[in-house]
DNA sequence: TGGTAGGTACGATCGAACTCGTACCTGCTG
DNA sequence: CAGCAGGTACGAGTTCGATCGTACCTACCA
């Protein structure tokens, strides 16, 4: 069961939302960011500088969270965002490579 | 450019419309069953028995067809797919054995 | 105290995609 | 020849998702 933030656990990180959350090149842009960053590395939503209202942020990064992808932690007025990197490479070995091999847009 | 069936070539695979196809679970079962038959096996669509009408299986051949993920070949009255194993696996290496290890559904 | 910045929630819009029925074409087969 | 099975093309319905504006909350700062 996800918890109350919405994460959900590492064995209910399922195939189909993971592609699904993947499917979208803003979204694929975040992974792709976070996966060359360091390992752990934490950033707001709003330092991906992506092209769309801040509505829309809140939407795609709350896609990626419930796929399981990232973690999204509260610190202060702040939401860091990080990669759940082990997380997925248990459950999808290679995937995070190959979306991070992809080039830039 | 695509060929005259729709067939990119392999440099045209790209990751969106890949990650977009594998995003439905009824074109999942179609990868994962091709890629758990023998390399270069060929299978008409009808074959797979999707629990769909028959305008909505061309609809998802065409899909993975347009995204790279399939070959579709022209036999007398039928039309036979067959996974393009090579092709993706040197685009996303270890992306089809993330989708054949997916327990059915 | 007020303003600003980062985010979320809600409602609305618009287009894409999944679905289907129907009509049609092509081979095979009785 | 007639019928059937495998597929495609087209149009239509419906649902889903990306996008936005607005309103709101919280923390920080002058």
């Known amino acids: 069961m996800p918890d109350d933030e919405g994460h959900p656990s590492v ?3 399922e ?11 803003l ?3 975040v992974v792709r960011e976070l996966a060359a960053g360091p390992d752990g590395a934490a950033r707001t939503c709003s ?3 992506l092209p769309v209202s801040k509505a829309t942020v809140t939407h795609h990064f709350r896609a990626l969270r419930e796929a399981g992808l990232i973690r999204q932690v ?3 007025n702040s939401r860091m965002a990080s990669l759940r990197r082990a997380d997925i490479e ?3 070995p290679g995937l ?6 992809e080039p830039e847009e």
């Open 11 to 13: 064995e209910e990180i």
């Open 15 to 25: 195939l189909g939302p993971v592609l699904s959350a993947l499917a979208d090149p």
């Open 27 to 29: 979204r694929r842009r």
């Open 47 to 49: 330092s991906f500088g």
């Open 74 to 76: 509260d610190r202060g």
């Open 90 to 92: 248990q459950r999808f």
């Open 96 to 101: 995070l490579g190959i979306v991070a091999a």
